[in-house]
């Protein structure tokens, strides 16, 4: 199975800043990389697929980049909504994996 | 839009089998445009995917989970469900149905806790 590592674990942050996760994957999987927010009680959020394609509707704030298996989400301006635990995800195999996730909480 | 919604016991006892079926409204579930999969959460942690499944009958099974998950679509009825047998305390989870597409999940259930305690 492929492996997903994300970075760090948890950071705190505060509105306004520049935020930066990463995830690694453990053999190269292209562009099949996608990225989902999750907040306390709810569902996953898809946020953006294929590496760096935004889903519809999620603000322009949120990027992603990468390709193989070195891959990041960026927010360019942290919002209070934005607080929340990040996951990627492989796609590459149809043997699935997710990461552990990176939270996100206030400074 | 997909919306989903997840039903069945919340509550299951310790080696019986857990059994989840998941509506899907807004489109066929013989669309060609999706996969159907389940992912879940114990509480506090990540996600686990567990399966996905085209109407077809093609499924990809969690290697970890494979022996002991069976999942199905019904399109007279436009279900899908779950069935994790012989199930612990280590299956105790939120889990969650939703619609690949493209190879991402886009929509989600709310989900459905399952606590497995006798």
Known sequence: DIQMTQSPSSLSASVGDRVTLSCRASQSISTF??????????????????????????????????????????????????????????????????????????? | Q???????????????????????????????????????????KGLEWIASMYYTGTTYYNPSLKSRVTVSVDTSTNLFSLKLRSVTAADTAMYYCASETGSYYGW???GKLVTVSS
């Open chain 1, 33 to 107: 990389l996608n990225w989902y927010q999750q907040k306390p009680g709810k569902a996953p959020k898809l946020l953006i697929y294929g590496a760096s394609t935004l889903q519809s509707g999620v603000p322009s704030r949120f990027s992603g980049s990468g390709s193989g298996t070195d891959f990041t989400l960026t927010i360019s301006s942290l919002q209070p909504e934005d607080f929340a635990t990040y996951y990627c995800q492989q796609s590459f195999i149809n043997h699935q994996t997710f990461g552990q996730g990176t939270k996100v909480d206030v400074k």
């Open chain 2, 2 to 44: 997909l919306q989903l919604q997840e039903s069945g016991p919340g509550l299951v006892k310790p080696s019986e089998t857990l059994s989840l079926s998941c509506s899907v409204s807004g489109d066929s579930i013989s669309s060609s445009s999706y996969y159907w999969g389940w992912i879940r959460q114990p509480p506090g």
């Open chain 2, 108 to 110: 989600w259930g709310q």
